[in-house]
């Protein structure tokens, strides 16, 4: 609600006999519900309010948190990132499934954003699940606790039937349609607390309308993925790993830690994208994948902060320094008996570095890490660096095939 379209309310779900409590005096919510939007109606104290309906951006910044969010601008920026077009439901399609993997749930704001993205590829799902999500919008209780609840749809995710006839048909029914989903969110977290405050979060938007598009997952990101493959191969069990993510977001503490696992999991030109505060975080990933030799190429790195609508793009890059240059053409002259190959050798050296922006100079890198290379770190433009965070992307290199078992 806005009072004198200036000050606003964010209410709970409408219950009767509650009421919206403010400094402006209480709203109860009867005289509330069935209201349309843009209706007036007074607080206890006279006040006047505008009924108005959240959009995302406002219900991802006011909704109570227990962590920062990610908020609508970046969400929207990382989205736009990975470049999504998905297929209506109803379009016959052969396509393998669009499963993006986001690590870290956190709030559930970006979770959201990536939800909508994705909404048309998916058919309605069964009633039940705007049942259960209706149950769950007040996803803080007065108690501050969160054990309340339900988990009905992990339950039935899982494949954990439950007893009664009504229940096992209503379960099965949300399994099939589950299995007909064309795109999927899983969002995992190490966290039980965040994870199903998150979930609520993303239930109590209109009623749960993206909600079903989201599996919701509490693990370690690698264990998780490792997980994953054992069920998707279960029938070809000398096949280790079989990609099945189209597209991944890693944004949690130490996520070259487990780059490489999800790089693991990523269909060839998949991207992956790393949302950390700190750039030598995001450096921390780009030596991870040369050291251990991840098929990954960086395709970009954005930083993010107040006024950057697009986001900054920094120069990070594999560089060999001027000074191992020229002792390299030294020592290639001495070995050559070529005056061509001598001159080229000159000419090359004579700029400041040597620096590999192509995905196979990059991936040459990879086999030569220890051979002086070292790393550029710095903003594309000279503007003042403002805070925000930063992206890196990255697009998955092909695939040597499937990882199978050897034999000894």
């Known amino acids: 609600m806005k009072e004198d379209l200036s000050r606003q309310l964010f209410t709970k779900p409408l219950r009767q006999g509650k009421a919206v409590q403010s400094k402006w005096g209480s709203i109860p919510h009867d005289s509330l519900i069935g209201k349309s939007a843009r209706d007036i109606v007074a607080s206890s104290t006279g006040r006047k309010?505008?009924?108005?309906?959240?959009?995302?951006?406002?219900?991802?910044?006011?909704?109570?948190?227990?962590?920062?969010?990610v908020y609508p601008a970046d969400a929207n920026l990382i989205v736009s990132l990975l470049d999504l077009h998905v297929n209506p439901y109803h379009s016959a399609s052969s396509d393998r499934p669009l499963e993006i993997l986001e690590a870290g749930t956190g709030h559930g704001s970006l979770t959201l954003h990536l939800a909508k993205a994705v909404h048309g590829a998916n058919p309605p799902p069964p009633v039940h699940f705007f049942e259960d999500a209706e149950t769950q919008q007040e996803v803080v209780p007065d108690d501050g606790s969160f054990s309340r609840l339900e988990v009905r749809?992990?339950?039935?995710?899982?494949?954990?039937?439950?007893?009664?006839?009504?229940?096992?048909?209503?379960?099965?029914?949300?399994?099939?349609?589950?299995?007909?989903?064309?795109?999927?969110?899983?969002?995992?977290?190490?966290?039980?607390?965040?994870?199903?405050h998150a979930k609520g979060v993303v239930r109590g938007f209109r009623q749960g309308m993206y909600a079903a598009n989201v599996d919701f997952h509490v693990a370690n990101i690698s264990e998780w993925i490792d997980e994953q493959f054992k069920i998707r191969n279960v029938d070809n069990p000398e096949v280790l790993k079989r990609p099945f993510l189209s597209h991944a977001i890693l944004d949690l503490p130490g996520s070259h830690e487990h780059i490489a696992q999800a790089a693991s999991a990523l269909h060839t030109d998949g991207i992956l994208i790393v949302f950390n505060p700190s750039i030598t975080q995001i450096l921390d990933c780009v030596k991870t994948t040369i050291a251990e030799e991840v098929p990954l190429w960086l395709d970009k790195v954005v930083e993010l902060g107040a006024s950057m609508t697009a986001g900054r793009e920094w120069d990070?890059?594999?560089?060999?320094?001027?000074?191992?240059?020229?002792?390299?053409?030294?020592?290639?002259?001495?070995?050559?008996?070529?005056?061509?190959?001598?001159?080229?050798?000159?000419?090359?050296?004579?700029?400041?570095?040597?620096?590999?922006?192509?995905?196979?100079?990059?991936?040459?890198?990879?086999?030569?890490?220890?051979?002086?290379?070292?790393?550029?770190?710095?903003?594309?433009?000279?503007?003042?660096v403002v805070g925000g965070g930063f992206l890196g992307v990255w697009r998955k290199m092909a695939d040597r095939g499937p990882t199978t078992m050897s034999g000894g």
Not at 51 to 64: A, F, K, Q, R, S
Not at 320 to 331: M, N, Q, S, V, Y
């Open 153 to 196: 749809l992990n339950e039935a995710a899982a494949g954990v039937l439950a007893s009664s006839e009504t229940e096992d048909s209503t379960a099965l029914a949300s399994g099939e349609w589950r299995a007909s989903r064309h795109a999927v969110i899983h969002t995992v977290d190490i966290s039980p607390t965040y994870s199903q």
């Open 316 to 384: 990070l890059r594999t560089v060999k320094p001027r000074a191992l240059l020229k002792a390299e053409t030294r020592r290639k002259a001495a070995e050559s008996t070529s005056g061509d190959v001598i001159e080229a050798f000159e000419d090359r050296s004579s700029s400041v570095e040597k620096s590999m922006t192509s995905g196979e100079e990059q991936s040459r890198a990879t086999r030569r890490s220890g051979a002086g290379w070292e790393m550029i770190c710095r903003p594309k433009v000279g503007q003042r």
């Open 49 to 69: 309010f505008q009924i108005h309906t959240p959009t995302l951006d406002e219900y991802v910044t006011l909704t109570t948190r227990l962590v920062t969010p």
